[in-house]
């Protein structure tokens, strides 16, 4: 049989989306067959996910061609998507949690008799929703606030079941499962794939993509690279297609020499439900990377060190002394800074201007007798601004005026004026640009050439390997790897976040 006889779920031919200045998706053919699972995957920034909001009805300006079922649609609206048998499960869940599961799962299409809400076929709907996903002991006039995650998880999928989708786009749909709820969900899966329906599987999961799809494809910087059959490819393929280029092609350091100084040391740290029984040494001057999948603690263990979030069990010392305060203030005061991964949610006051923002932290050491001294804190911001690059160089700019890469240059600078012995940046550079990124990679190693140590969380390999003199990985709240400067390459510190090729740490 030829291809052109071969029904077609899904075919999408020479899509394209620009943003300004970059393009997102460039030239994209990508085809998945009915009862077929296709795992789509690539590194963060790869193009996954504006391929499928272009898919979701998301952007009206993309060029290119969608077929499903090989006729051609223009997917320019969500409704058209949903028209059309698109169903979307998104990793944020998109459930109104103050109202019944009954009501989120036939949101915008509740059943109704002689003009009223018919109460009966909305329970019966639900019921057999929710029996689908294997839930089918859930009351549906339970509020949706009253679940737990996993179970709000299948909650989601079941809604975008209840629109007969010929289509279903999975993201990270197993994020907040256990191994348990995983197996249910992949039984659910091959169900559905059963029944005939084309799901498109993203995960940063690999084990997860060789258990449950059927072909894979990879994106990076936009393009797809290559399909393949599961059955052809290893993991260690699968990474070599998402990275395709060398870390000294980009980021080029010689390994530097660290003093043996232990000034941070982490024994047993845990926060019940997110990491647990976490040890390692920082030494004076070092960049120590934490690597590890998305949800695999690191986040939460950043915040439970800089005492933004409790921890029940362990301890933190800086330069041999216990820290025994858990507030962010104290641990700030003690020599820990946290830059969070979210600048505009915690990180600034995109209301305020830079200089504010700078010295939010540190307002107190230029006061005297309770009175703020500006003249005695300008320059520290005027150094900043010069050293950071921030542009343009005026104290007085709205932060929220600034470009995203500007943004986030205010933010590295609001910690660096603080003279952080330890500082915990989590991703220092997501969504700036290639100059940026530049500029704050080299404040980071002036300030660990300086002394202090720093800790690095980023989902940007080739970033987290070439600043990294040590790396740990973390796999599901625990410390299950660490390796050497020389050990680290992006294959490696994929496959370890995998659970792949390597030891306990």
């Known amino acids: 049989m030829s291809e052109d006889e071969i029904s077609i779920a899904l075919e999408m031919r020479g899509v394209s989306k620009r943003f300004p200045g970059t393009v997102a998706v460039n030239n994209v053919s990508f085809k998945v067959y009915p009862g077929e699972v296709h795992a789509l995957v690539g590194e963060n920034g790869a193009g996954k996910s504006t391929l ?67 109460r009966r076929a909305l329970y019966n709907e639900s019921k057999r929703l929710l029996t689908i996903v294997g839930l089918e002991n859930l009351d549906p006039w339970l509020p949706v606030e009253d679940l737990s995650q996993h179970e709000a998880q299948l909650v989601e999928i079941a809604k975008v079941l209840g629109t007969d989708p010929c289509i279903l786009v999975m993201d990270e749909p197993t ?16 169900n559905l794939r059963n029944n005939g329906i084309a799901i498109i599987y993203i995960s940063h999961h690999l084990q997860e993509i060789f258990e449950i799809a059927d072909r894979v494809t990879v994106m990076r910087d936009g393009k797809r690279v290559d399909t393949k059959d599961i059955a052809e490819v290893s993991h260690s393929d699968v990474v070599q ?49 934490i690597g590890g999948l998305a949800g695999a603690g690191q986040t939460e263990l950043a915040r439970g060190m800089a005492g933004v979030d409790r921890t029940d069990e362990g301890t933190i010392e800086i330069d041999g002394k216990v820290l025994t305060s858990h507030s962010m203030r104290r641990r700030l005061d003690q020599g820990i ?71 986030q ?30 500029t704050i990679h080299a404040a980071i190693e002036r ?39 020389k050990e680290c390459t992006e294959e490696s510190v994929l496959l370890a976040a995998n659970g792949e090729g390597g030891t306990e740490a």
């Open 175 to 190: 994020s907040a499962l256990s191994q348990n709820e995983v197996k249910r969900l992949f039984g659910l899966i091959r």
């Open 52 to 118: 499928m909001k272009i898919l979701a009805g998301s952007f009206n300006d993309y060029t290119g061609d969608i077929l499903i079922n090989n006729k051609k649609v223009l997917l320019h609206t969500p409704f058209e998507a949903r028209k059309n048998g698109i169903g979307m499960v998104y990793q944020e869940l998109s459930l109104a949690r103050p109202i019944s599961i009954a009501e989120n799962l036939l949101a915008g299409r509740l059943p109704k008799k002689r003009g009223f809400l018919d």
């Open 241 to 289: 297609m998402m990275i395709g280029r060398s870390i000294k092609e980009f980021y080029s350091r010689e390994e530097r020499e660290v003093s043996s100084d232990v000034l941070c040391r982490v024994s047993h740290l845990t926060r019940y439900g997110f990491f647990s029984d976490i040890s390692f040494d920082v030494r004076r001057g070092e960049i120590l990377g």
């Open 409 to 438: 240059k205010v933010l590295l600078a609001k910690w660096l004026a603080s003279a952080p012995k330890v500082l915990i940046l989590n991703e220092p550079t997501r969504g700036v640009d290639i100059g940026a990124k530049e």
């Open 447 to 485: 300030l660990a050439a300086s002394g202090s140590s720093v800790i690095l969380i980023s989902s940007d390999l080739p970033e987290l390997v070439s600043l990294s003199d040590r790396i740990v990985i973390m796999v599901n709240g625990r410390l299950t790897r660490e390796m050497n400067y």
């Open 337 to 407: 800074a946290y830059l969070t991964d979210e600048r505009k949610n915690g990180g600034l006051a995109l209301r305020l201007p830079v200089d504010e923002n700078i010295l939010a932290p540190i307002i107190n050491r230029y006061a005297q007798a309770g009175i703020y001294s500006k003249k005695k804190a300008e320059p520290v911001v005027v150094d900043s601004i010069k050293n950071l690059e921030i542009y343009p160089p005026d104290p007085s700019r709205t932060v929220g005026n600034l470009s995203g890469g500007n943004q």
